[in-house]
Nanobody
Framework: QVQLVESGGGLVQAGGSKGLSCAAS????????MGWFRQAPGKEREFVAA????????LYADSVKGRFTISRENGNNTVYLQMNSLKPEDTAVYYC????????????????WGQGTQVTVSS
C-alpha cells in the first residue's frame, strides 16, 4: 500500500507558474513509476505526465509538453510537477498516482492515487 499526498495547488494567473508536490508514504517509493493526472469540472480525468522509477524516462501529454516538467527525488519520496506558462484550460484537480512495471499514460494502470489538489488558472 502506498499513500500519496499532493500539495501546492492554488490560484495562479494565466502565464504564471506553479509547482506541485506529491509525497509518498513508503520507503519503496523508488520502485514505483509515477504519474500526474488532472480532472476539470465536467470532464474525464486525463493524463498529464509520468516518470519512471529511476527518473530516466518521462512522458508528457501533448497539451503540456514544453510547459510542464515532472521530476522526482527518491531520497525524499517525492514527485514534482512544475507547471509554467499556465493557461485557463489547465484549471483542474491534479492527482498523482503510482504503479510498477513501466510508465503509462493510462489511468486504469495505476494502483495508488492521492486525494488531489486544485489548481485554478485565472485569465
Amino acid at each position: 500500500q502506498v499513500q500519496l499526498v499532493e500539495s501546492g495547488g492554488g490560484l495562479v494567473q494565466a502565464g504564471g507558474s506553479k509547482g506541485l508536490s506529491c509525497a509518498a508514504s513508503r520507503r519503496t517509493f523508488s520502485t514505483y513509476d509515477m504519474g500526474w493526472f488532472r480532472q476539470a469540472p465536467g470532464k474525464e480525468r486525463e493524463f498529464v505526465a509520468a516518470i519512471s522509477w529511476s527518473g530516466g524516462s518521462t512522458l508528457y501529454a501533448d497539451s503540456v509538453k514544453g510547459r510542464f516538467t515532472i521530476s522526482r527525488e527518491n531520497g525524499n519520496n517525492t514527485v514534482y510537477l512544475q507547471m509554467n506558462s499556465l493557461k485557463p484550460e489547465d484549471t483542474a484537480v491534479y492527482y498523482c498516482a503510482a504503479r510498477r512495471i513501466g510508465i503509462s499514460s493510462l489511468d486504469h494502470q495505476y494502483n495508488y492515487w492521492g486525494q488531489g489538489t486544485q489548481v485554478t488558472v485565472s485569465s
